[in-house]
């Protein structure tokens, strides 16, 4: 159950307004959960009411913000530990799937424009083919390869 005094609404998608010099949030919210890719499979980070537990390490293996908590979230400002103000911006789900620019914020497009691609191909959203179409193809690979190696292991069975 998300906070309202986060200023977040359920279903909606929101990212993180990075500025150089303080630490980068390359993924968005749903839902009172921080994740970094669109497929929804990990959360990394999550709200326990205002407060925003972000579950990074450092190269060494540490929490990247003391106790994980690495700030509190109001009115769509985040305000990290050490005092820094970041705000929050509403994202379509399919800005998630656009290709990132250099400072890891997703790219924003107008919500009624399609793009040249979306609109010759349905099953494409924001640029990116839809992975599940690949998934059986992977499957028979797979079992195409362990097909093949019980064969080749049998042969080289009966030439000993």
Not at 55 to 69: H, T
Not at 82 to 88: F, K, Q
Not at 136 to 159: C, D, E, N, S, T
Request: hydrophobic share 35%; with cysteine; glycine share 10%.
């Amino acid at each position: 159950m998300l906070d309202k005094a986060t200023g977040m609404k359920p279903g909606e998608r929101y990212c993180v307004d990075n500025i150089e010099r303080t630490h980068q949030f390359p993924g968005f919210f749903l839902d009172g959960k921080y994740y970094l890719g669109p497929e929804l499979l990990t959360a990394v980070g999550w709200l326990e009411g205002r407060q925003f537990i972000y579950d990074s390490l450092d190269a060494q293996g540490d929490p990247v913000f003391p106790d994980r908590i690495a700030g509190t979230l109001d009115d769509l400002k985040l305000t990290l530990i050490d005092g820094t103000r970041l705000d929050l911006s509403r994202i379509e789900a399919r800005a998630t799937l656009a290709s990132q620019t250099t400072h890891g914020q997703p790219q924003r497009e107008p919500e009624t424009a399609l793009t040249h691609r979306e609109e010759q191909d349905p099953s494409v959203m924001g640029g990116w083919p839809n992975h599940k179409s690949k998934a059986p193809l992977i499957i028979g690979a797979a079992l195409l390869g362990l097909v093949a190696g019980l064969f080749i292991r049998r042969v080289q069975r009966k030439q000993r």
